[in-house]
């Protein structure tokens, strides 16, 4: 089955807390999300839009389609 839950990430991911080295965790690696993907229709079966930044404007794309966009419109589509 697909999961229809929406996960909220922020635009830095800080993943310390997750390294294995205590050095690593104290130094805050910080990475900046620059894509996500969108699963639009049922398990099996839809299309993939995916969101892409650049130069610090994010867009959609899709078969036919790149257009610039913002951060909410993402959010709304429940990208992963």
Request: hydrophobic content about 35%; charged content about 15%; proline content about 5%.
């Amino acid at each position: 089955t697909k999961l229809d839950q929406k996960i909220l990430v922020d635009q830095i991911l800080n993943f310390g807390p997750y390294m294995a080295k205590p050095e690593m965790k104290t130094n805050q690696p910080n990475y900046h999300l620059i894509g996500a993907i969108v699963q639009a229709g049922e398990l099996g079966s839809g299309h993939y839009i995916a969101f892409v930044k650049s130069n610090g404007t994010w867009y959609y794309c899709n078969d036919t389609t790149i257009q610039p966009t913002n951060w909410s419109q993402m959010e709304r589509m429940g990208a992963y």
